[in-house]
C-alpha cells in the first residue's frame, strides 16, 4: 500500500494550538495495517518515505537532527519548525527547514515563531546559535499577539506581556519590559557559546518554562504562565547570523 501524500499536522501529536487532522491519522482510523505501521515502528518505511518526500536533503545529512531518534520525530519536529510566514521581514528561513537567517539590516531587531503553538501538554525543543550573538540573543515563548519586530536593538522576547524570553548575552530574564533577574541562579554563570544546544522545556500543566545546557537542568525561569497559546520563539540582532530550533517531543523525565 503506498504512501499517502502528507498532510499539514502529519505527524504533530496533536499537541498544537491549530489542531485539525490529516490524512495518515485518517488512514490509521480505518485500517488496522495502518495503525500498525504509523503506531507500532517509527522508523518504517512509510515513516522514512515520508522524510525523504518531505525533509530537506541538507537536514537529513547533516547533526541538525541528531537528538530525534526516529523518522515519525523528524517529521514531526518539520511540522513544528520555524514558520516561513511568521517571522520579521528581515529573517529567512533556510533550505533546511529548521534554521533561521538573519539579515544584515541596521537598528533593527527581527524575531520568528514557530509553525504550531502550544495549550496544552509538555514540550521540549533545542535551541542554538550558528554565530555572533551581538548585543542581545533571546530564546523563549511568545503568544500570536507579541511583535517580530522592531526597531533599535532591544530584547524583543520578553519587550511586551505578549511574550517570555532569556536573554544569552547577559543571562537576564525578560518579561513585560522588566528585567526578571538573572538566568541561571547561580554564581558565576557561564556565557553561552556559540553552536551550544539550549534545551527549552514548556509545561503548560505546570505553567512553567524552564531550560536545560548540555543535560543540565538549569531551573524553572518562569512561573505562573497564562492557559493560551504559547509559541516558541526566537530573536536576533546581529547580521547574517544563524538561529537553529529543533522540536524534541515530551520531555523525559529525570
Known amino acids: 500500500m503506498a504512501a499517502p501524500a502528507p498532510g499539514a499536522?502529519?505527524?504533530?501529536?496533536g499537541a498544537g494550538c491549530s489542531g485539525g487532522g490529516s490524512e495518515?491519522?485518517?488512514c490509521a482510523?480505518?485500517?488496522k495495517h495502518w495503525y500498525r505501521c504509523l503506531h507500532g515502528d517509527e522508523n518504517s518505511e512509510v515513516w522514512r518515505s515520508l522524510c525523504a518526500r518531505s525533509l530537506a536533503e541538507e537536514a537529513l545529512r547533516t547533526d541538525i537532527l541528531c537528538n530525534l531518534p526516529s523518522y515519525k520525530a523528524k517529521i514531526r519536529a518539520f511540522q513544528h519548525a520555524f514558520s516561513t510566514n511568521d517571522c520579521s521581514r528581515n529573517v529567512y528561513i533556510k533550505k533546511n527547514g529548521f534554521t533561521l537567517h538573519?539579515?544584515?539590516i541596521a537598528q533593527s531587531t527581527d524575531g520568528a515563531r514557530t509553525k504550531i503553538g502550544f495549550s496544552e501538554g509538555r514540550h521540549a525543543w533545542e535551541v542554538w546559535w550558528?554565530?555572533?550573538l551581538g548585543t542581545v540573543a533571546v530564546i523563549g515563548i511568545a503568544t500570536k499577539r507579541a511583535p517580530m519586530q522592531c526597531q533599535g536593538y532591544v530584547a524583543l522576547?520578553?519587550?511586551d506581556d505578549q511574550s517570555w524570553g532569556w536573554n544569552l548575552v547577559d543571562n537576564n530574564l525578560l518579561h513585560n519590559g522588566e528585567v526578571n533577574g538573572s538566568f541561571p541562579q547561580c554564581n558565576n554563570a557561564p556565557k553561552y557559546q556559540i553552536g551550544e544546544r539550549i534545551r527549552v522545556i514548556l509545561d503548560m500543566e505546570d505553567k512553567t518554562l524552564a531550560f536545560e545546557r548540555g543535560y543540565?537542568?538549569?531551573?524553572v525561569a518562569f512561573r505562573g504562565l497564562p492557559k493560551v497559546c504559547l509559541y516558541p520563539a526566537v530573536s536576533a540582532v546581529y547580521g547574517n547570523t544563524e538561529v537553529t530550533l529543533?522540536?524534541?517531543g515530551k520531555p523525559l523525565d529525570g
Not at 499536522?9 to 501529536?13: Q, T, V
Request: aromatic content about 8%; charged content about 15%.
Open 9 to 13: 499536522g502529519a505527524a504533530s501529536g
Open 24 to 26: 495518515l491519522r485518517s
Open 29 to 31: 482510523l480505518v485500517c
Open 102 to 104: 538573519r539579515n544584515p
Open 130 to 132: 550558528e554565530g555572533p
Open 157 to 159: 522576547l520578553g519587550s
Open 216 to 219: 543540565e537542568f538549569l531551573g
Open 246 to 248: 529543533v522540536y524534541l
